[in-house]
């Protein structure tokens, strides 16, 4: 016959699962992933609103943000808010959009290129010439035209940027891993 636990001895059990919990739980969250739920419709059609996602907040600690990345930061104008968009500019760059044709100037490119974007449906007329400093992204929603992104508010500085979107949760029909991943050719 096993013996039977006094309350006290089962509080004591609870509570050192609890701490046990929070020692793992904490620094994961705080040092390696957590999770984010898009609000909203501008990166449609990568992501839809609600989607839920974990966020990659470890590999930008060892590597530099990179074109194409969909990312997540904190809003520039106002910190206690995040948003999610996708790189289109890295520092050093000019970043030039006549209608909807993305153009990257930088040192490799004088002359510039086009950006392929197939993850684009819905265009947006723009004209918008900016240059990049040392320490600054150019964002934008995939949904051009229906995004609150750096054609309106500039650049999103590297301290701003929390990490990248890892895995898609939800919904359980679009489970991925590196969600709207996709590598420009230059």
Do not use: C
């Amino acid at each position: 016959m096993e013996p039977t636990k006094t309350r006290g001895q089962s509080f004591w059990e609870l509570v050192r699962f609890i701490f046990l919990a929070l020692i793992i739980v904490i620094p994961v969250r705080v040092l390696i992933a957590e999770p984010f739920v898009v609000s909203g419709n501008s990166m449609v059609p990568t992501f839809e609103n609600a989607d839920y996602l974990i966020v990659d907040k470890i590999s930008y600690r060892f590597s530099e943000p990179k074109r194409d990345d969909i990312v997540i930061f904190r809003y520039p104008n106002d910190p206690t808010k995040f948003f999610i968009k996708r790189i289109i500019g890295l520092p050093q760059e000019t970043v030039d959009i006549k209608g909807s044709t993305v153009t990257i100037i930088n040192e490799k490119y004088k002359e510039g290129f086009t950006l392929n974007e197939p993850y684009v449906k819905n265009n947006a007329n723009n004209l918008t010439h900016f240059e990049l400093k040392n320490d600054e992204y150019f964002v934008m929603g995939d949904n051009r035209s229906g995004s609150s992104d750096s054609r309106s508010w500039g650049a999103v500085k590297r301290e701003l940027i929390t990490g990248k979107a890892f895995l898609r949760l939800l919904p359980i029909k679009k489970l991925s891993i590196l969600p709207g991943n996709y590598k420009q050719t230059e």
